[in-house]
């Protein structure tokens, strides 16, 4: 145990999206710990507020005690007195964006804008999340209006930061089913999702003994026919 942690049982700690970086927790890291924990690996005490008791570092850490030994099991936590939610908004961000998995372009973002909310200033910001001051403009724009949707909103606001496969709608406005489809949808581009896809299909690498995946490519097919322009080139 560090010098500056003490045991708590973990039932005691609070989940609080407002203090997240993050815009969900992964589960395969989740597991990964898990797996590190069995094989008799010593994870970092647990980080959180003294009086609230809310989690400023260590979520999957958390998850994975939690996963592993049950609710009522105790953790390693270091507390730290902050003076006011802004502190506390600022130390979970650097602290994730210094160690644990990285944050990805969507987490950044949330960094920013919660930040930002909570009154830093972009200098202030870039060196919260060791990033390059030129960078935080950039960050701050990806965003579209939605209402509540499973912690993906910036705290505070009704606006989620957008992936890059949908960077297109900035500004728009999603709605309930769009933003909980957005949860699920890749971090990279679609065109780039195309591509694999259809190199998979013509270059037959794709197990089509799988029923699965075939009923999901059936209902791909359909979807494009219905909702595709016709091309160019059908036309002649």
Known sequence: MSAKAQSVA???????MDLYPRHAVDNAHVRYLVDAL??????????????SRRITDGWHRARAYKRLHGPTASVDVEFVDYKNQGAMVFDAVA???????KLDAIDRTRSVLMLRSAGFKDG?????????P??????SVKVASAPAAAGQNVPGTKQITLKRSVAHLEGARLNKSQAKAHATL?????????????????EEMIDLEDERLVAQLCALRDELVATLPEHPREKE
């Open 10 to 16: 973990l039932a005691e700690l609070v989940e609080d």
């Open 38 to 51: 069995e094989a008799g690996a010593s994870l970092p005490p647990i980080v959180a507020d003294r009086k």
């Open 186 to 202: 890749p971090g990279t581009s679609f065109l780039l999702v195309a591509r694999q896809l259809l190199l998979g299909l013509t």
């Open 95 to 101: 602290r994730n964006a210094r160690h644990g998995r």
């Open 134 to 139: 030129d960078r935080i403009q950039k960050l």
């Open 124 to 132: 202030q910001i870039a060196g919260a999340i060791s990033c390059n």
